[in-house]
């Protein structure tokens, strides 16, 4: 009975996987244009594509080394106002 069980569990979680595989490989994608044809003046933009579950691209979070910061406009200035984080996007 038990060996029955644990088969069975073994069996729904594999089409569970599976599942989830085939639901990423039909609703994923690529991108439709190279991304330097976003900028610009006149920047061509891709048509609007909706989908059931939205393709999500995160950037890495990337820090600045040290005594490195980002050049401020005139009369401001840029500060950090903390250092040493295990996640950079993580208080």
């Known amino acids: 009975m038990k060996k029955r069980?644990?088969?069975t569990t073994l069996v729904v979680s594999l089409v569970l996987v599976l599942v989830v595989i085939v639901i990423?490989?039909?609703?994923?994608?690529?991108?439709a244009l190279p991304p330097i044809s976003g900028y610009g003046p006149n920047p061509e933009l891709p048509t609007p594509d909706q989908r059931l579950i939205p393709v999500i691209n995160v950037a890495k979070a990337t820090g600045w080394t040290n005594g490195q910061k980002p050049v401020a406009a005139d009369g401001m200035e840029v500060t950090a106002f903390s250092s040493g984080l295990d996640h950079l996007r993580w208080l």
């Open 24 to 31: 990423f490989l039909i609703f994923g994608g690529v991108a």
């Open 5 to 7: 069980l644990i088969t």
